[in-house]
């Protein structure tokens, strides 16, 4: 028989709990931690060299290194994802095997990922026209319905663009896990971090390069433990959105 949380997933409702129990997951493996926080070294390098390339040049090309800053962070949450999917599942979920996993994947999860942040820009820049609420409510629109692209390349085994696709498909057969999961989304990764950094800035003199350093590893963090929420919830969803 399956569990009540099972048969509440069946139904089309978020096992809610699987919020909770990302904490004790993490701290039987925190390893998992391990890719985000790599994904946050290497993107926060790339963000740097972007600033540096770039300003000599005008702002030429802004944003590229940022860009493919993005799309490898979203790699690193793809191997957090692969190992949380099989830690959920009762299984060893070892950082290699998830590693391993996901670098046969690597093409596929690299693919969705471009596509993913590209489809971002597009809303950013689309919303800018009609102003700031404008850009923001279009993004987070985006989000909502690509939220599980880098789930459904890494776990889903979804190739590229049709890891959008598997999103979308994803997504209309569970919009409160979906809704949940961007909430939890952006409030952890996007907002916490930096007010994080602000509160100890607030208190001790930071430079610009530790508070850089801050919050890259609070985004890793936050990005461990939302591969299970993001690992559980498309996993209960994506057998019905075939």
Known sequence: M???ARRRALRGFPDFSIYVRAIAFLARKPSVFVAPLLGAAVALVLSQIDVYVTSPMGGLWSGLFTFIADVFYSYAFGVAIVQADALERGLRGTFDSAWEDARRKGGGIIVAAIGFWFIISIAQYVGAIVGLEGQLILQLVAAFFLIYTIPAAAIGGLPGSLALGGSLRAVREGIPAAALLTIAFIILFMMLPPYLVYLIADRV??????????????????????????AKHYADVAYRAR
């Open 2 to 4: 399956p569990s009540f």
């Open 205 to 230: 003199a930071l430079t610009p390069t530790i508070s850089s350093l801050l919050q890259a590893f609070f985004e890793a963090i936050a990005l461990g433990y939302l591969a299970f929420p993001f």
